[in-house]
């Protein structure tokens, strides 16, 4: 069994429009560029019921026991980038507050610091979130 854990960030900047086809619900349609951070906190083998550390093998790939020098150290962890798709439903439940159930598409490319993340699949992936927003905004729902 092969078990990893890992944190991936991103921060979307995007740019929408808001359909005015109800007070209470209205659609909206975005798109964005994406950037990316993943780090990889632990990579681990269970063989025979006896676990193995993958990434220290690999940290520490020139390692002899007994030798003086000291093992190149990697840090897991890499920036990305990519872009969004998002669609959703904006549902006010107040004048300032919306609830957005939310559907997102995104391309993205994780981990594209090649001396951190050696042989990491830096390829542009396909994501999706399915999701709930809570979105507070004093000018979405009324006029001026």
């Known amino acids: 069994m092969v078990v990893a854990k890992e944190d991936r960030h991103y921060i979307d900047f995007s740019v929408g ?19 990316t951070y993943i780090n990889i906190k632990s990579f681990d083998a269970v063989i025979e019921g006896q676990k193995f550390d993958l990434m220290g093998v690999a ?14 150290y990697k840090v897991w962890a890499g920036v990305g980038y990519g872009c969004t798709l998002t669609v959703g439903l904006k549902i006010a439940i107040h004048p300032t507050v919306s609830l957005d159930p939310v559907f997102q598409l995104s391309a993205a490319s994780f981990g594209n610091n090649s001396n951190s993340l050696p042989e990491f699949n830096t390829n542009i992936c396909f994501n999706y979130i399915v999701g709930v927003r809570i979105v507070i905004n004093d000018a979405l729902f009324f006029k001026k």
């Open 17 to 35: 429009y808001i359909f005015q086809k109800h007070a209470i619900a209205k659609p909206f349609i975005s798109v964005g560029a994406l950037f």
């Open 59 to 72: 940290r520490y790939p020139n390692y002899i026991p007994n030798d003086p020098t000291m093992p190149s």
